[in-house]
């Protein structure tokens, strides 16, 4: 689903807009709006949703468990009064529902912007050595890698799988070739000789396991010498690996620190990714009433999440999505937190706030007469 979703809609997208602007930065800007654009209604149910349990959750916490204290012996009513809480408050998971629906979408984008043409594309194949006398037992099992839209012009992409007929079985002192090559059986070699310029992206393979145990030649032949485990890979260049766009010296370019030196360009997208998070988080919380613990975990978030993307390997494409992201989530945020509430938690807020407000100056606020009943709530009967 992930390979369909990027191959016939996200790909897609981007050749259209690299057609209009001829840069894979602002087309990378453009398909993350678009994106935001086309979420926007479950992003902003998540947001809603959210907003509205900080509001009822204390009074929902409180509500559940004088129903479960009143109904301890009477399961039937207590699971009737608690879906009627849930009618007058919603959910607490109801704003999962939306980031579920969205996140093959997310997957999918990922994978499209952590790959050809942005990143250089790696086919990696695990092979087992066996003793000769033992492979003659073995019954091959053919096998095929997840393929991958390889560009080979700005316009000109194909899904190339590696696969071995034989399987990944290899005995000592045989050999076996990885095939690169379409969806439909075409040569991946054969392919890319006929465009111009076209042998820019010959793969280059090597053993990144079990060096020793296996050798690879430059056509993706594999021989095996001793018993073991090992893996061959096989990388095509990205088309767009190497493009900069404004500061960022290229699309692909992965890790924050690399031989010795600082990747500024990195640095400051991962910055602005934190700072990003903790402009969307002020706002979510923008006219709630203060939550120590919840305050707490706001700063911490946004520096531990932060602090993760300076190690962990994203190409610079791939935060630069995240970055503009974050701005759009960070305004949809201000936007949805100018909303009416509806009038049972507007009354709550408000509650809140003054309970808040008579802390912070020491003034007693006003008691609902004779109960602490909430003012929406109606009188008991005496």
Request: hydrophobic content about 40%.
């Amino acid at each position: 689903m992930i390979g369909f979703i990027s191959d016939n809609l996200l790909i897609p997208i981007l050749d259209f807009f690299y057609g209009l602007f001829q840069s894979y930065g602002l087309a990378i800007v453009a398909l993350t709006i678009v994106i935001r654009l086309a979420l926007f209604p479950l992003s902003a149910g998540s947001i809603r949703s959210a907003r509205r349990m900080k509001i009822a959750q204390p009074v929902m916490q409180k509500r559940q468990a004088e129903i479960k204290s009143k109904y301890a012996n009477n399961p039937q009513k207590q699971q009737e009064e608690l879906g009627n809480l849930m009618k007058e408050f919603g959910s607490p998971l109801a704003g999962c529902l939306p980031l579920l629906v969205q996140m093959p979408i997310l997957f999918a984008l990922f994978a499209t912007l952590r790959g050809s043409p942005f990143a250089d594309v790696p086919y990696a194949v695990n092979f087992k050595v066996l003793p000769s006398e033992q492979i003659a037992a073995i019954e091959p099992k053919p096998f095929t890698s997840p393929r991958h839209s390889i560009f080979i012009t700005e316009h000109d992409h194909f899904p190339i799988i590696a696969s071995l007929p034989g399987g990944t079985k290899l005995g000592t002192g045989e050999t076996t070739q990885i095939k690169l090559e379409t969806t439909d059986g075409d040569n991946f070699k054969s392919l890319i000789s006929r465009y111009e310029g076209g042998n820019n992206y010959t793969p280059s393979w090597k053993v990144t396991k079990g060096e020793g145990l296996v050798k690879v030649s430059s056509d993706g032949t594999v021989t095996g010498i001793s018993p073991g485990d090992a893996t061959v890979e096989a990388k095509v260049p990205g088309l767009a690996a190497k493009s900069g766009f404004l500061f960022i010296k290229a699309l692909g370019q992965v890790g924050f620190y690399v031989d010795g030196s600082i990747n500024w360009d990195i640095a400051t997208l991962v910055g602005a990714f934190g700072l990003t998070l903790v402009i969307s988080q002020v706002l979510s919380g923008r006219g709630m009433p203060a939550n120590p613990q919840q305050s707490t975990a706001n700063k911490i978030t946004p520096v531990m999440i932060t602090g993760m993307f300076l190690f962990f390997p994203l190409p610079a494409g791939v935060l630069l999505y995240m970055v503009i992201a974050n701005v759009f989530q960070a305004l949809q945020t201000f936007l949805l937190s100018r909303e009416a509430l509806p009038e049972n938690l507007q009354i709550i807020l408000d509650k809140q706030l003054a309970t808040q407000n008579a802390e912070q100056t020491g003034i007693s606020p006003s008691l609902t007469e004779g109960s602490d009943r909430l003012p929406f709530e109606p009188k008991s009967g005496k």
